[in-house]
């Protein structure tokens, strides 16, 4: 599938999201990442969507495959460590959120592996 139908079902998804149409958004983001299974943004989504859902396990799958396409995005591991607080998993999110702090402070989680 060409990236503009992924940028549009993505833009869907996102509409229906603004709509409050969560379970609508929930099954367009699940068609980006099967669509794209590298797609960052779509796995970052439907975990936020999923939380929102009370699906919270499956939000958690789809935070921590959002922090390993980018292990250094600070708005991936606050989402991941939102997702441990609702699930009560506190020590996970103590690290997701202590990997978030290091980014905002311009740190990295994950050097480069060509340094």
């Not at 990997?99 to 994950?110: D, E, F, H, M, P």
Request: charge should be negative.
């Amino acid at each position: 599938m060409p990236d503009s139908e992924l940028d549009s079902l993505f833009d869907d998804a996102n509409g229906a999201l603004a709509l409050g149409e969560l379970d609508e958004a929930a099954a367009l983001y699940r068609r980006c990442v099967a669509i794209d299974p590298d797609f960052f943004d779509g796995w970052h989504a439907l975990g936020m969507c999923l939380l929102k859902l009370g699906q919270v396990k499956e939000a958690i799958g789809c935070g921590l495959q959002a922090t390993t396409l980018r292990p250094n995005d600070l708005l991936a591991w606050t989402g991941l460590s939102q997702m441990y607080v609702r699930d009560g998993q506190i020590g996970e999110a103590e690290f997701a959120k202590g990997n978030a702090r290091i980014l905002s402070l311009g740190g990295k989680v994950v050097r480069d592996s060509s340094h």
